[in-house]
């Protein structure tokens, strides 16, 4: 039988993961991508759990991200004035799944588009439709058919929202701010270290090497939109290297954090990868590590049978159980930080590593 035709909409951590997954098994896609070949990936760092790292390496770039990224050992857990809570050996506990990681979004991105050679991307081409018949409309109007349409498109998917329906993405009561600072004149900030406020309110710093760190704040927040005022005063008595690295977030990216409710990410001749499928509060940080482990499974899917049903129906049965359980885990997690302060001080302080065991255990396994 003909290779199936096959189009990647969004050239994301996902939509990459999945072109690079398919040319490895002599599956070449189309990919297209709204935004315009020069712009940078939206965003600032990225945490990179072990089982995302395990999942870029089993599509070949591990060297690469290795080369860019810095190890992240230990993860620690202060309370807003600096005082410990909890501390993990991470790379202890992921044990031989690998490292755990972290890098820019822009360094990821740019390592996945080199992996599937800039040529095959086509940028400033968004998909508006795809249709009940599986036809796909673009923005310039034009039409086309495939044998398979994989929406890598993100939260706010055209392809879900075209094809799929269902419920918008809710509102999760949390925003956040993120961005990179300089920490070279910053003493003592290494690995991952999160304090944690009242309210809600999280300051996460994750070491990126080269003098860089990743900064991540979030607070409870009725409505999706930013704050009046400047966002920084609400962190302004967190201590440590804090106030500091807040000096430097002016142009912060602001989001308001969203899960999507939709389990179904397969239809005849279409599937939903990565956030389009399933977007969910980055409390574990496994977004991107379940966006690539799609990629990995769809690609596997396909390379298996020449059958695109039985490829997607294989698909949605090994990813289905998985996300549900990251997904639920953020829900205890999420319930947990929310707990009265010296509550959650002191569960987070007997039970703190035994909860993130827990958490992750089931991730151990290949997806
Ligand atoms: C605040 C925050 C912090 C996070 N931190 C982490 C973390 O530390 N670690 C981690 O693993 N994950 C993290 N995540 C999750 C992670 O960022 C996402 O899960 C991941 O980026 C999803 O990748 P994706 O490729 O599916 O979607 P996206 O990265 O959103 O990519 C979608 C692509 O599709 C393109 N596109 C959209 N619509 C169209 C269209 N109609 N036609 C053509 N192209 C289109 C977009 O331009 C974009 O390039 C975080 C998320 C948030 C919100």
Redesign the pocket.
């Known amino acids: 039988m003909s290779r199936p035709r096959i189009l990647i ?7 990459l993961a999945l072109a690079k997954a398919l040319l490895d098994r002599g599956l070449p896609a189309d990919v ?4 315009s070949h020069d712009s940078q990936a939206l ?1 600032a ?5 072990a089982n ?1 790292v395990r999942a870029l390496r089993s599509i070949g770039v591990g060297d690469e991200i290795a080369e860019l990224a810095a190890p992240v050992g230990r993860q620690r857990l202060l309370d807003h004035r600096g005082r410990r809570l909890a501390a993990f050996d991470v790379a202890r506990i992921w044990g031989e799944v690998g490292p755990c990681l972290a890098i820019t979004r822009g360094e990821l991105h740019q390592v996945l588009r080199n992996a599937v050679y800039d040529a095959t991307v086509r940028h400033d ?4 439709e795809v249709g009940q018949d599986g036809k796909v409309t673009f923005a310039d109007g034009a039409t086309r058919a495939y044998d398979l349409v994989v929406g ?7 392809v879900r929202r075209t094809h799929f329906g269902g419920p918008e993405p809710r509102f999760l009561g949390q925003v ?1 701010w ?1 961005f990179i600072a300089d920490d070279t004149t910053i003493p003592g900030i290494t690995d991952w270290t999160a304090r944690l406020g009242d309210r809600g309110r999280t300051f996460l710093t994750v070491q990126l090497g080269d003098g860089r760190v990743y900064c ?1 704040a979030d607070v409870n927040s009725a409505s999706p939109t930013a704050p009046e005022g400047d966002w920084r005063t609400l962190f302004a008595d967190f201590a440590g290297p804090v106030p500091r690295l807040l000096e430097q977030g002016e142009q912060a990216h602001f ?1 308001a ?1 969203r899960e999507s409710g939709n389990t179904v990410w397969t239809r005849p001749g279409v599937a939903l ?4 499928a399933h ?1 969910f509060s ?1 409390s574990m ?7 690539i482990e799609d990629a990995v499974v769809l690609a596997d899917s396909l390379g298996t049978t020449a059958d695109v049903s039985a490829a997607l129906a294989a698909f949605q049965i090994r990813r289905g159980e998985r996300v549900a359980w990251v997904v639920s885990q953020n829900h205890r997690r999420d319930k947990a930080r929310n707990l009265p302060t010296f509550l959650r001080d002191f569960t987070l302080r007997r039970a703190g590593e035994r909860m993130f065991k827990a958490n992750h255990a089931p991730l151990h396994t290949l997806p």
């Open positions: 909409v969004g050239a994301g951590i996902s939509g297209v991508e709204r935004r965003g760092g990225l945490y990179l759990p995302a081409t968004a998909v508006t890598a498109d993100g939260i706010n998917s055209a956040c993120r991540y989001a954090l990868i990565g956030d389009a977007t980055p940080a496994q977004g991107g590590a379940m966006a």
